[in-house]
Every structure is written in C-alpha cells, then in structure tokens.
C-alpha cells in the first residue's frame, strides 16, 4: 500500500528548465516535508508546511519553491534546474506531535538528474 | 541551531558479532528517531523514543535515549548480512522539525 507517492520517479533535465516534483498521500496527515539527499550525506529539508494554509522555508530553499494544493498535495518546483540540483528528494507526511509523535513517514523517492 | 551526530559514519560488521551505533544531538529535545535507509530506497521507520531511559527492541536491533547526556544508542545483536543498510538517527527541534544525523552505513560480511 502506498501511503505515500511520488511522481515522477526518476528525471533527467537539462540545466535552466523548470520542473515539478509533486507528492500525494492517502495517510490523511496534515504536516508534510520534502527534503534533499545528497550522496553519502543525510536529509536537509527544503519545505514544509504544518496544513494547506501554511507553508515555511527550510534549511536549503534557495532554488525551490512549493505549492501545497491540498492536504494530500504538496509539489516541489525547481524555477531553474541547475547540476547542483542533482539529488535524491524525498516527500514525508506526519500527523503532528500529539497523534503521532510527529513520526514522519517518507515517500519512495525521486531521482533528478539535472544535466 | 539544533546539531545531530552520529558515528561512526561507517561500520564494517562481522556476521555474528555485537555492534553500537551512537547518535549525540546538541540543544534538548524529548523525541528521538532511529530510520533505515537501503540503497537507492526510501527511509523506514525503526523506532521512536519518546522519553529518558526509553528502550525500545525489534528483532536484532535495540534502541535506547539518554535525553541527560543527549545520546542514544543502536545496538545491533549477532549481525547478519539483511541488517546491511544505511541507520539515520533524527531529532525533532522546538518546532517539531527533524534534524537528522549522517548516518551510518552499515556493511555486513561473513
């Protein structure tokens, strides 16, 4: 089952083209994430947003922007793809400190490759 | 600035042996969380803590928090090659924001 989705998958882009990322859940989680893998090093979070109307900046935002079109919608766009961008980017979901704990549940992933 | 580290950053694992994996965090937070990661894999939640002296197990694998010494362990048991992966321990800041580690990759031979 998935809880969590990402689409696409895998990209390839070339540098300065736009793209979007984009994450739906079925969890009914208000809080969602999307965060950035670079090899061999941890997640640093480029968005957040605790419900549909709220929507905050992470470590690494410069580059990114987000919408959130719906509680079980959160997309993440590149204006203008740079190398750099390359990177493995996660979505996650949580309920909320009191539900849940704040246990963050993470999508399958999208691998970017910008060229 | 809330800052998590782990180490090692790499353990080479000998099937059968005992293992321990150390994740310190800087400023005070009551929420610890331990995750897998496999290659190219999305991350799987192992445990959560939730309190000092929390001890949490599952299988091979046993989590505990000292939220005092703000350290918490990964103690693996008599490894075997399934537990090769990649262990990311995060913790949640003041605004319910995790802060995750490096992680530990995890490379188990016979």
């Known amino acids: 089952d998935a809880d969590v989705t990402q689409t696409p998958r895998n990209r390839i882009t070339k540098t300065g083209k736009r793209i979007m990322l984009e994450c739906s859940q079925t969890?009914?989680?208000?809080?969602m994430y999307w965060y950035r893998q670079d090899p061999g090093l941890g997640l640093q979070l480029i968005y957040y947003?605790?419900?549909?109307?709220?929507?905050n900046k992470g470590e690494i935002s410069d580059g990114y922007s987000v919408s959130r079109q719906a509680q079980a919608k959160f997309s993440l766009s590149l204006e203008s793809a740079i190398p750099n961008q390359t990177a493995l980017y996660f979505c996650?979901?949580?309920?909320?400190?009191?539900?849940?704990?704040?246990?963050?549940?993470f999508g399958p992933g999208t691998r970017l490759t910008v060229l | 600035e809330l800052k998590v580290e782990q180490n090692p950053l790499f353990l080479s694992m000998q099937e059968g042996k005992n293992y321990t994996i150390y994740c310190n965090y800087s400023?005070?937070?009551?929420?610890l969380y331990w995750y897998r990661q496999d290659p190219g894999k999305s991350l799987e939640s192992l445990f959560v803590?939730?309190?000092?002296?929390a001890v949490k197990q599952e299988g091979r694998l046993m989590a505990s928090l000292d939220t005092k010494a703000r350290l918490s362990t990964l103690h693996i048991t008599a490894a075997v090659h399934d537990l090769s992966a990649t262990y990311f321990c995060?913790?949640?800041?003041?605004?319910?924001?995790?802060?995750f580690g490096a992680g530990t990759q995890v490379v188990v031979t016979p």
């Open positions: 995060a913790v949640t800041d003041s605004w319910g924001k995790l802060q």
């Open positions: 803590l939730l309190s000092n002296g």
């Open positions: 947003s605790f419900d549909v109307k709220d929507i």
């Open positions: 969890k009914g989680h208000d809080r």
């Open positions: 400023t005070t937070s009551d929420r």
């Open positions: 996650a979901t949580s309920a909320g400190v009191i539900l849940s704990y704040n246990e963050q549940f």
